[in-house]
């Protein structure tokens, strides 16, 4: 496998049999499936948080590899650009002061790495894009120096056969094209890992699609991209484009792209795992030594490496995951929806309604996407990506029958609907009331006051255009603003648009 990844060249014969052994994979996670080899509940949860770093000038930094060499620390990790990081969180136990042990542990763990950054003139800002990001920094000369990044971005290209174009219409219009994957390093995002049984695991993929759109209206921080003012969650399309491997021509024929909110709500885990396969071509096809239906023939687990590799290359927002831990299989759903940032405080008051809205939204016996269209699930996520905090959502009227929808505001959805239901499913996972009603307080301020990142941001930087800077100095001031606020850590609601007087 390693010689593979670095020498980056595939045959069609290496094709043909990374095929076969997804088909064999699938075929075991079928076979798992049916012994019932799963991990009984845990209630396990995770938290992976991306990062960027830029100087005490706003502007980016890339030197991933300075900074974490002195950080040290298995809990970071390079990312695909050079002026990224990530930080990964062991798995924690849902229940008791988990949210407020989890908010210690970020806060102590990011502080330890912005101080070590800084010995480089570099730090870390949690945001979805970095204001202050231009063309010229996503270049393929950018990416981390690592093999499989490397490879992803040479066989995507290859893939599409032509640059890669961006074109997005918000409050500007952004258009430029890319010959790399690099301009989805500008993505700085929050992963929510959950881990479910297989039972539970399509109610619980179904609740976080619905509220898809939910997250992102009240967590958006990316309205900025090379220097527009673009959606207020400007990730998404920038994503879907810049990971778009079907030229034009494919595209109009409906073929899905990799980066995918999907079509349909599942009844099993295992029908996303096949609409994987059936849709979306190998992108690295290395083969692993192990034989899966061999090691489920002599009564082990196997590691599915092929299934795991390819599931890794197509980018759902919300991802099923397979993997073994303690020689015991189990699946988790990963929910890849929100933007890194602004606070800590306020990753952990997403973390908080997340989990107990997919948790209280998965146990109603007439659950939302009975009555919910899948259609106007994805139609609420863009809308929610284009308008932010202000943005009105398709939802079933309360006590309605099946098709019954109204346009509601998010924020009034969630003070009125939402907001009791995360503190129920809270609740259930034993969240102390201290840790439940302090980050769910977080979500009801920002909801009360119609803010979030995204708003801040624009807000802030409209302050300093008026102040007389040129687009470039008011996108710089910006981000210092912003990255001053952010490690003092009060939460986003708190925060005064503009700059302190001098």
């Known amino acids: 496998m390693g010689e593979k990844v670095v020498a980056g060249a595939f045959d069609l014969s290496d094709r043909q049999a990374y095929r076969t052994k997804l088909n064999q994979c699938l075929e075991g996670l079928g076979r798992l499936l049916t012994e019932q080899r799963f991990d009984r509940p845990r209630n396990m949860m995770g938290l992976e948080i991306e990062l960027n770093l830029a100087g005490s000038d706003g502007m980016p930094r890339m030197m991933n590899q300075e900074v974490l060499q002195r950080i040290a620390s298995r809990d970071f990790q390079t990312e695909l650009g050079m002026f990224n990081l990530e930080v990964n969180v062991v798995p924690h136990r849902l229940g008791g002061r988990v949210f407020d042990q989890l908010s210690e542990e970020l806060r102590t763990g990011l502080a330890y790495a912005h101080r070590k950054a800084g010995e480089v003139d570099a730090g870390i800002v949690m945001i979805g894009i970095l204001p202050t990001l231009g063309e010229h920094d996503v270049v393929s000369a950018n ?74 209206a009240l967590g958006a921080n990316a309205p900025f991209l090379f220097g527009k003012e673009l959606w207020r969650e400007s990730r998404p399309p920038l994503f879907q484009q810049a990971t778009d491997v079907r030229p034009p021509e494919l595209a109009n024929q409906g073929v899905r792209p990799r980066t995918w909110f999907g079509e349909r709500w599942i009844t099993s885990a295992q029908e996303l795992f096949k609409e994987n396969l059936r849709y979306f071509p190998p992108l690295l096809p290395i083969c692993d030594e192990e034989e899966p239906l061999r090691v489920l023939d002599e009564g082990g687990v196997p590691a599915l490496a092929e299934l795991v590799l390819h599931n890794g290359t197509v980018y759902r927002w919300n991802r099923p995951v397979y993997d073994v831990a303690d020689g015991v299989p189990h699946l988790r759903v990963e929910n890849r929806v929100l933007p890194a940032g602004p606070t800590v405080t306020d990753v952990i008051a997403n973390a908080a309604f997340y989990y107990g809205l997919v948790r209280a939204l998965a146990e109603e016996s007439r659950p939302v996407w009975s009555k919910l269209p899948f259609e106007a699930a994805a139609e609420n996520f863009t809308e929610a990506c284009r308008h932010g905090v202000e943005a009105e959502l398709l939802w079933p009227r309360p006590g309605g029958r099946s098709g019954g929808l109204t346009r509601i505001p998010a924020v009034q959805l969630v003070r009125e609907e939402l907001l009791p239901l995360a503190a129920a499913g809270l609740d259930a996972w034993h969240i102390e009331p201290a840790d439940r009603d302090r980050y769910l307080g977080v979500i009801e301020e920002r909801c009360k006051r119609r803010v979030n990142g995204a708003s801040w941001q624009v807000a802030t930087y409209h302050r300093a255009l008026e102040a007389g800077l040129g687009r470039d100095a008011a996108l710089a001031a910006t981000t210092r603003r912003y990255a001053e606020l952010m490690h003092a850590g009060e939460p986003l609601h708190t925060w005064p648009v503009g700059f302190p007087a001098p």
């Open 143 to 216: 990416l981390s120096d690592v093999d499989r990044y490397t490879l992803l971005n040479d066989q995507m290209a290859a893939a599409r056969g032509e640059e890669f174009a961006l074109d997005i219409e918000g409050v500007e219009h952004l258009v430029c094209s890319s010959p790399s994957i690099a301009p989805e390093s500008a993505c700085t995002s929050v992963q929510l890992h959950l881990q479910v049984t297989p039972s539970r695991f399509a109610d619980v993929w179904n609740a976080a699609q619905a509220i898809a759109s939910v997250q992102i």
